[in-house]
């Protein structure tokens, strides 16, 4: 005897019976959004393992629980060092960029006993240089945000014409993390030490991308993300030129030289250390090929539709921002949930904001609105580059 079938009352009895057609496989994830934060590859995991069960003393120990924590980090810095052609006492090891950027302009800030120095920054900054700079504002501090032209790139000149005698910090950041244009620190730098003017520069976006030199660069201050090229979200480092006066952010114990206290992460400076040796002279050539062949497709397929944000050159070798006039970059990404990027555009109660580093640099609204960043990674492909393309024509229709 056959037991009776039971049907679904919402739906049409005799639709229940046919065959369903099987579930579309979920499109392969594709990570455009290096810029983001970087897979942190299989031997800097491995430099990490022996800290996650051992070596578990404290750095500032003497005793034999603390001496392979404290080789780790003195490791770490080495390897920092080396890597942006500084001296082992020159870097002082942060939980990332931010800390290092609130670092760099505090610490020479509360260093001036004058307590209301002018301080010369550039309309692109990131908010973790931008939002300390304002905060000592609250303070006493004079700020000048110098204006970009419509590659984002600050004029050397004006930086000299804002130098006053109160100045007491330069600070432009090396690449911008939206469009990936490198500014003309060298140049800054230069004009900066003629005035007597320590200068700092942001080099999240620029670190592990493109050879980093503080020496050539000439800067006596430069903040790094680890977590930019390969290392564990919460490790970076600040580069302190010698003789730089620079009181600490942090109080407490005498560790980093006395510039930075809290017990050290033998974890995360083992992370930091194995992926500051995998950047050092890493030929980024083949992502800066693939970056090209992306825009060249974008141009075949969308013509004068897609817009490139930033300078055409001058930039980072695996960013791509573009905008789509007339679409809105948020609602193209939702519609393309795979792919991992992001826009330059937020939405905030039914408005849709630009975002500033494009409203700086005079971008129209129409392109600014559709704007789409995407930032390559060693790990992609051709493959992924055509579809993506596909999606994003799928996405525009």
Same mark, same amino acid.
């Given at each position: 005897?056959?037991?009776?079938?039971?049907? +679904?009352?919402?739906?049409?009895?005799?639709?229940?019976?046919?065959?369903?057609?099987?579930?579309?496989?979920?499109?392969?994830?594709?990570?455009?959004?290096?810029?983001?934060?970087?897979?942190?590859?299989?031997?800097?995991?491995?430099?990490?393992?022996?800290?996650?069960?051992?070596?578990?003393?404290?750095?500032?120990?003497?005793?034999?629980?603390?001496?392979?924590?404290?080789?780790?980090?003195?490791?770490?810095?080495?390897?920092?060092?080396?890597?942006?052609?500084?001296?082992?006492?020159?870097?002082?090891?942060?939980?990332? !960029?931010?800390?290092?950027?609130?670092?760099?302009?505090?610490?020479?800030?509360?260093?001036?006993?004058?307590?209301?120095?002018?301080?010369?920054?550039? !309309?692109?900054?990131? +908010?973790?240089?931008?939002?300390?700079?304002?905060?000592?504002?609250?303070?006493?501090?004079?700020?000048?945000?110098?204006?970009?032209?419509?590659?984002?790139?600050?004029?050397?000149?004006?930086?000299?014409?804002?130098?006053?005698?109160?100045?007491?910090?330069?600070?432009?950041?090396?690449?911008?993390?939206?469009?990936?244009?490198?500014?003309?620190?060298?140049?800054? !730098?230069?004009?900066?030490?003629?005035?007597?003017?320590?200068?700092?520069?942001?080099?999240?976006?620029? /670190?592990?991308?493109?050879?980093?030199?503080?020496?050539?660069?000439?800067?006596?201050?430069?903040?790094?993300?680890?977590?930019?090229?390969?290392?564990?979200?919460?490790?970076?480092?600040?580069? /302190?030129?010698?003789?730089?006066?620079?009181?600490?952010?942090?109080?407490?114990?005498?560790?980093?030289?006395?510039?930075?206290?809290?017990?050290?992460?033998?974890?995360?400076?083992?992370?930091?250390?194995?992926?500051?040796?995998?950047?050092?002279?890493? +030929?980024?050539?083949?992502?800066?090929?693939?970056?090209?062949?992306?825009?060249?497709?974008?141009?075949?397929?969308?013509?004068?539709?897609?817009?490139?944000?930033?300078?055409?050159?001058?930039?980072?070798?695996?960013?791509?921002? /573009?905008?789509?006039?007339?679409?809105?970059?948020?609602?193209?990404?939702?519609?393309?949930?795979? /792919?991992?990027?992001?826009?330059?555009?937020?939405?905030?109660?039914?408005?849709?904001?630009?975002?500033?580093?494009?409203?700086?640099?005079?971008?129209?609204?129409?392109?600014?609105?559709?704007?789409?960043?995407?930032?390559?990674?060693?790990?992609?492909?051709?493959?992924?580059? +055509?579809?993506?393309?596909?999606?994003?024509?799928?996405?525009?229709?």
């Amino acid at each position: 005897m056959y037991a009776p079938t039971t049907l +679904d009352d919402s739906a049409e009895p005799w639709t229940q019976l046919l065959p369903q057609p099987p579930a579309l496989p979920a499109p392969r994830p594709i990570y455009l959004d290096h810029n983001g934060s970087t897979p942190v590859p299989a031997a800097v995991i491995e430099a990490m393992r022996p800290y996650l069960g051992g070596g578990f003393g404290n750095p500032s120990g003497g005793h034999w629980a603390a001496a392979p924590a404290r080789a780790a980090v003195e490791a770490a810095r080495r390897d920092v060092a080396a890597l942006i052609g500084a001296a082992p006492g020159e870097v002082v090891l942060t939980s990332g !960029a931010t800390e290092a950027n609130n670092m760099a302009l505090n610490g020479v800030w509360h260093a001036d006993p004058r307590r209301a120095g002018h301080v010369i920054t550039s !309309a692109v900054e990131h +908010d973790a240089m931008l939002g300390p700079a304002r905060h000592l504002r609250t303070r006493g501090a004079r700020l000048t945000v110098l204006p970009v032209d419509r590659h984002g790139l600050v004029d050397p000149d004006a930086v000299a014409r804002a130098i006053r005698p109160d100045t007491v910090l330069i600070s432009v950041m090396h690449a911008n993390n939206e469009t990936g244009t490198i500014q003309p620190v060298r140049e800054i !730098a230069a004009i900066g030490r003629a005035a007597g003017v320590p200068v700092h520069t942001d080099a999240a976006q620029s /670190v592990g991308k493109i050879e980093v030199d503080v020496e050539d660069l000439g800067v006596d201050l430069l903040s790094l993300a680890g977590h930019k090229f390969g290392a564990p979200n919460g490790s970076g480092a600040l580069y /302190v030129r010698a003789g730089v006066a620079l009181a600490p952010l942090l109080h407490g114990a005498g560790q980093e030289g006395g510039r930075r206290a809290g017990t050290e992460s033998a974890l995360l400076a083992a992370g930091l250390g194995a992926a500051a040796r995998l950047a050092h002279g890493k +030929d980024t050539s083949a992502v800066r090929a693939l970056r090209d062949y992306f825009w060249n497709r974008l141009q075949e397929v969308f013509g004068d539709r897609v817009v490139l944000n930033g300078h055409p050159y001058r930039r980072v070798p695996n960013t791509l921002s /573009v905008g789509f006039p007339g679409h809105v970059g948020a609602e193209v990404l939702a519609g393309m949930p795979h /792919v991992a990027a992001t826009t330059g555009s937020a939405c905030h109660a039914g408005c849709i904001e630009m975002s500033r580093v494009l409203v700086a640099m005079g971008t129209p609204a129409g392109v600014g609105v559709g704007t789409i960043r995407f930032s390559l990674g060693e790990g992609n492909t051709i493959e992924e580059i +055509d579809r993506v393309v596909a999606a994003l024509v799928r996405a525009m229709r």
